[in-house]
C-alpha cells in the first residue's frame, strides 16, 4: 500500500501565500513524477504543476511565476509554494505520484486533497 497525505491548505486573503505539503509512505522502491491538481466546483480537475525525479517541472500558465513545486526525494514529500493567490485559485488542491512499489510494480497514487480557499 501507498499513502499520500496532504496539509497546509487553508483561507487566505487575495494575494496571500500558502505552501502545501504532501508525504507518500508504504510499499515504495521509488517515485518517479510528483504533482499537484486542482479542481474547483463544476470544473474537471485540472494540472497545477508537476516536477520529476530530477527536478523538471511543468506548471500550468495560470500559475507561471506566482508557484513553485519542489520535492525532498530523502522524504519522498512534494512541496507547493504558493503566492499572489486569487479567488480563481479556489479549489481542492491534490497530490500526485507515479510509485515503483517494492515489489517493481508501478502505481499512480492520489491524496485525499486539501482545501484552498482565496476570499477577502
Known amino acids: 500500500q501507498v499513502q499520500l497525505v496532504e496539509s497546509g491548505g487553508g483561507l487566505v486573503q487575495p494575494g496571500g501565500s500558502l505552501r502545501l505539503s504532501c508525504a507518500a509512505s508504504?510499499?515504495?522502491?521509488?517515485?518517479?513524477?510528483m504533482g499537484w491538481y486542482r479542481q474547483a466546483p463544476g470544473k474537471q480537475r485540472e494540472l497545477v504543476a508537476r516536477?520529476?525525479?530530477?527536478?523538471?517541472?511543468t506548471y500550468a500558465d495560470s500559475v507561471k511565476g506566482r508557484f513553485t513545486i519542489s520535492r525532498d526525494n530523502a522524504k519522498n514529500t512534494v512541496y507547493l509554494q504558493m503566492n499572489n493567490l486569487n479567488p480563481d485559485d479556489t479549489a481542492v488542491y491534490y497530490c500526485?505520484?507515479?510509485?515503483?512499489?517494492?515489489?517493481?510494480?508501478?502505481?499512480?497514487?492520489w491524496g485525499q486533497g486539501t482545501q484552498v480557499t482565496v476570499s477577502s
Open positions: 508504504g510499499s515504495i522502491r521509488v517515485i518517479t513524477d
Open positions: 500526485n505520484a507515479l510509485v515503483i512499489r517494492t515489489d517493481v510494480s508501478i502505481y499512480d497514487a
Open positions: 516536477i520529476t525525479r530530477g527536478t523538471s517541472t
